[in-house]
């Protein structure tokens, strides 16, 4: 643990040197994050923020991406080699846990001499269930809202759609931290600043490696293809009910 903090830090005072000009939601913003999940080689993420949009995808020249429409609240999935587009669109749903997810957090006060990012400290934070580690992170509280705000967005559809499909749930995920990420409270961490690292026990894991403030995003980066066949999520899940 502490071998991560030592290199952490010295990617904080790198981050801290990138962009120092003031945060505004209604400015677009790209960011790179280096990726880890359990059995899958580590890969990067790129994620493009405007006013209307917000784009995943692998790095300029990508394809297949995943596209939120902030305006229609829905969430395109585009994959060029079968030509589909996914469409995931669900209001909040008045469904509750079948269970006390136990959620609770705490700040480690370990971040002392960790560099500031536009004169703010970075936390440490830890988010269980009961006495089970979901997964920690480390915030800037304040920095990069438009990101925090667009991501917010993004996790409530997919609860929302979690919620919908909660009774077919794997019995592995039917623990208080699956539920909390993927249906309940997938914003959580969020509510504490943005996470310039986040990590858990599974091994998944997640560090900022570059942003970009005012970039300058083709507008094509935001079009669905038209000659592609669109699914809408519910409509796959009425055909397999069958």
Known sequence: MQYKFVILMMFIAA????????????????????????????????????????????????????????IEKKIYSVVQSNKTVTIIQSEDQDVKSPFDLKLSSKKIDDMQDAPSMEGIK??????????????????????????????????????????????????????????????????????????????GPDGTQSVLLDFKRNFEADKTLFEIPSSYESLNIMDIRAKFAK
């Open 15 to 70: 981050m801290a040197a990138c962009d120092r000009s003031a945060s505004k939601l209604s400015e677009p913003l790209m960011l790179v994050f280096g990726d880890k999940e359990e059995e899958v080689e580590p890969y990067q993420t790129r994620i493009i923020i405007t006013p209307e949009f917000m784009r995943f995808d692998d790095g300029e020249g990508a394809t297949d991406f995943v596209l939120l429409n902030r």
């Open 122 to 199: 970075p936390q440490h934070h830890v988010y269980m269930s009961g006495d089970q580690i979901c997964f920690e992170v480390v915030t800037v509280p304040g920095f990069l809202p438009e990101y925090v705000q667009a991501m917010s967005e993004f996790n409530q559809i997919l609860a929302n759609d979690g919620k919908l499909t909660l009774n077919n749930m794997p019995a592995d995920m039917q623990n208080g931290c699956s539920l909390a990420k993927t249906v309940f409270e997938p914003n959580r961490h969020l509510k504490d600043g943005f996470p310039v690292q986040l990590w």
